[in-house]
């Protein structure tokens, strides 16, 4: 089992930053893959990027040279640094943990991302 801590999002300015936290209950390097997804209302969660164990990511075109994943493993930690928001980035935000040989998906709560024109 893991649970999953968002934190980080607001309201913002087009063009501004945010920086997404995700702290995990449980140590990440037991964790197969960790990634961000995001919701917009009315549309599918999709995607944004993803971090594996060994350090691998990889980022949705629409946000790539915008967003950053990184991870903490002494904090236990994944974040996703946002910079030159756009409108169009305002969703709701999840932290994911992919976890186990026969991967189980964990979810977070989510961390509201509203970007103002």
């Known amino acids: 089992q893991v649970q999953l801590v968002e934190s980080g999002g607001g309201l913002v300015q087009a063009g501004g930053s945010l920086r997404l936290s995700c702290a995990s209950s449980?140590?990440?390097?037991?964790?197969?893959?960790m990634g961000w997804y995001r919701q917009a209302p009315g549309k599918q969660r999709e995607l944004v990027a993803r971090?594996?164990?060994?350090?691998?990511?990889n980022y949705a075109d629409s946000v790539k040279d915008r967003f950053i994943i990184s991870r903490d493993n002494a904090k236990n930690t994944v974040c996703l640094q946002i910079n030159n928001l756009k409108p169009e980035d305002t969703a709701v935000y999840y932290c994911?943990?992919?976890?186990?040989?026969?991967?189980?998906?964990?979810w977070g709560q989510g961390t509201q991302v509203t970007v103002s024109s």
């Open positions: 971090i594996t164990r060994g350090g691998s990511t």
């Open positions: 994911n943990a992919l976890v186990g040989y026969n991967p189980t998906d964990y």
């Open positions: 449980r140590s990440i390097f037991s964790i197969n893959v």
